[in-house]
Every structure is written in C-alpha cells, then in structure tokens.
C-alpha cells in the first residue's frame, strides 16, 4: 500500500476514534481515460475535509457536496458511477470522456481499519473484501500481485 493509501487509513481511523462520521471512497473500475487507478482511496470526514484522491479534483467535489448534504449517511455502502454520459463525463472534468465506478462506505468499521492497519504495518499483504449488499469487510492474506477484483451483483 502507498504512503498516499496509508494517510488515508490513519485519517479514518483518527476521524473514527474521535467519534466522527466518515465515508470511505474507493476506485474500483475505469474506462476510458481516468485519472487514478482502481484500488485508490479517499476518505470523506462528515464535515466534508478529504484525505486521498479518487480522481482529479472533479470527483472529490462530487463527494463533499454529497456528505454536506447527508447524502452518503446510510448504513450501506453503495456504488456510485461517474462520466456515463459525455456532458457528465465534462460536468466531472473526467479526460477524454472516461467513466470510473467508486464504492462508497459511509460507516466502515474502526476495528476493520485498525485490523488493516496493524497487519500492514506488520508487513502482511492483505486483500480486503467488501460486500456491497452488508457491508461487511473481510480481510485475507494476499500476493503482491493479486489483481483488484470488483463484482457488483
């Protein structure tokens, strides 16, 4: 995981220790032209401060006008896609008419994150699982080069 990934996760699970509501946003698919990789984070504090990049910029004000709003503040994580169209793929600034796909957890777990941490920090690739329908995280022993996989069902 890259320093970027690692302030991500120490910003969520400060934000969470100190009682504040968060949501976690992850790229799990592009086509096209996108401007960050699948697997990259962002976390969403419930004031709308943001750690991490899930796209240029364009996406981010996306997500911060959406946890403002309270848009985000349910109990599952949902999937949300950017750039469907060419004026919505304009409106967001996504490069040459790209598309990305982003799971969004509005409550992830602290024990889940602290886990994640402590087993990284203890240098064990981890492949973290998450079930769109629940929530519900799994994290596994992993091979650096394991594919992100993504299924939406």
């Given at each position: 995981m890259d320093s970027a990934a690692l302030q991500v996760l120490a910003s969520a699970i400060e934000w969470l220790a100190?009682?504040?509501?968060?949501?976690?946003?992850?790229?799990?698919?592009?086509?096209?032209?996108?401007?960050?990789?699948?697997?990259?984070?962002?976390?969403?504090?419930?004031d709308g401060t943001i750690v991490g990049s899930v796209s240029g910029g364009c996406i981010e004000e996306d997500l911060i006008r959406r946890v403002r709003e309270g848009l985000l503040a349910k109990d599952r994580p949902e999937v949300l896609t950017y750039g469907v169209s060419k004026e919505e793929a304009a409106r967001f600034g996504l490069p040459c008419g790209?598309?990305?796909?982003?799971?969004?957890?509005?409550a992830p777990a602290l024990a889940d994150l602290e886990l994640?941490?402590?087993?990284?920090?203890?240098?064990?690739?981890?492949?973290?699982?998450?079930?769109i329908a629940s929530g519900?995280?799994?994290?596994?022993?992993a091979a650096r080069n394991d594919p992100l996989n993504w299924w939406c069902f």
């Open positions: 100190d009682g504040r509501r968060i949501a976690l946003a992850t790229v799990v698919q592009t086509w096209g032209s996108s401007p960050r990789p699948p697997g990259a984070w962002a976390v969403l504090r419930d790209g598309k990305l796909q982003l799971a969004v957890e509005p994640l941490r402590q087993r990284l920090g203890a240098g064990r690739m981890t492949a973290r699982t998450l079930d519900r995280v799994v994290l596994e022993n």
